[in-house]
Nanobody, 123 residues
């Protein structure tokens, strides 16, 4: 059974940093493309960043380029989201997800999801 567990969320002031982690188990992590999404109440889940399987190509939403970095450690079955220069509009629940096919920006393409971790950025 595939399980994704996020950690690292919290409350931070604007301009601060957080690093989110997502630990995977129950499958072959290196075979998955991994993505981070975020969601606020009443809005659809939004793509943040993704890293492809095998080739490790990185993808970012325009709103986070230059501030957020996705990375993966296949030896640890973990994907990270380093978030710098955080803004109040980054406040959301952040989810990691695994895509057993090709990398995608669309949440409906992902096969497995974590439970989410709250990130709150105060002004």
């Amino acid at each position: 059974q595939v399980q994704l567990v996020e950690s690292g969320g919290g409350l931070v002031q604007a301009g601060g940093s957080l690093r989110l982690s997502c630990a995977a188990s129950g499958g072959t992590f290196s075979d998955w493309s991994m993505g981070w999404f975020r969601q606020t109440p009443g809005k659809e889940r939004e793509f943040v960043a993704a890293v492809s399987r095998r080739t490790n190509i990185l993808y970012y939403a325009d709103s986070v380029k230059g501030r957020i970095t996705i990375s993966r450690d296949n030896a640890k079955n973990t994907v990270y989201l380093q978030m710098n220069s955080l803004k109040p509009e980054d406040t959301a629940v952040y989810y990691c997800a695994a895509d057993t096919n090709t990398v995608s920006f669309r949440p409906q393409e992902y096969d497995y999801w974590g439970q989410g971790t709250q990130v709150t950025v105060s002004s």
